[in-house]
């Protein structure tokens, strides 16, 4: 199993400026993972984070709006960039443990942003 | 691209009965498949997970599911349910060769509300 660590926890912010949460794993992982749940929906991935290169982002995600650090293999950090109130969202981070016969998905407790 | 279908976006039923939440998926090739249960302001829990082998599969808090390749469905049951079942329900598939990425796409969950 694994123990991930987010924060801040929940934050309101003015538009316009940024935020940045931060991840910690309790363990080393190779690809860490970013996650945005908007209000009454479901998680939707922003990008992957591997160790010692850029970010891959999924359609319709930025690196000039979502960057995305990588320093070492237990911790990330993502910065919403020039934030509206559209990016009022949870913002989770995720890494998978264990091996290919008994693999799972553990998620931070996610960061609750809302922008006003 | 993998993609994840649940039709029911709310399942009202009466505490004791029985529950499906249906979960369907796009690809035919080898997947991994994953149910996790999102309680009201909290992160992301794993009820349970196919990888391989049987394709029933049993999970936390009395809750199962049955992998059927040839529907490409993964659906989640349990035979009575409890007040404090109400919650959001996502499924999650993730290709078992995941190459470079191993991401872990999720369907648009469904709210199970149980009522008494």
């Known amino acids: 199993s694994a123990v991930i660590s987010q924060k801040p926890s929940r934050d309101i912010c003015q538009r316009g400026t940024s935020l940045t949460i931060q991840c910690q794993v309790d363990?080393?992982?190779?690809?860490m993972f970013w996650y945005r749940q908007q209000p009454g929906q479901s998680l939707t991935l922003i990008a992957t984070?591997?160790?010692?290169?850029?970010?891959?982002?999924e359609s319709g995600f930025v690196i000039d709006k979502f960057p995305i650090s990588r320093p070492n293999l237990t911790f990330s950090t993502l910065t919403v960039s020039n934030m509206s109130p559209e990016d009022s969202s949870i913002y989770l981070c995720?890494?998978?443990?264990?091996?290919?016969?008994?693999?799972?998905?553990?998620f931070g407790q996610g960061t609750r942003l809302t922008v006003v | 691209a993998q993609s994840v279908t649940q039709l029911d976006s709310q399942v009202p039923v009466f505490e004791e009965a029985p529950v499906e939440l249906r979960c369907n998926y796009s690809?035919?090739?080898?997947?991994?498949l994953f149910w996790y249960v999102q309680y009201p302001n909290q992160g992301l829990q794993l009820l349970l997970k196919?990888?391989?082998?049987?394709?029933l599969v049993k999970g936390i808090n009395g809750f199962e599911a049955e992998f059927n390749k040839s529907q490409t469905s993964f659906h989640l049951r349990k035979p009575s349910v409890h007040i404090s079942d109400t919650a959001e329900y996502f499924c999650?598939?993730?290709?078992?060769?995941?190459?470079?990425?191993?991401?872990?796409?999720f369907g648009t969950g469904t709210l199970l509300a149980v009522q008494p």
């Open positions: 363990s080393q992982v190779t690809m």
């Open positions: 984070a591997n160790q010692g290169s850029e970010a891959t982002y």
């Open positions: 999650a598939v993730r290709d078992h060769y995941g190459g470079a990425t191993n991401k872990l796409i």
């Open positions: 995720s890494a998978w443990t264990g091996t290919s016969m008994n693999t799972e998905a553990f």
């Open positions: 690809s035919s090739v080898s997947v991994y």
């Open positions: 196919y990888l391989s082998g049987s394709t």
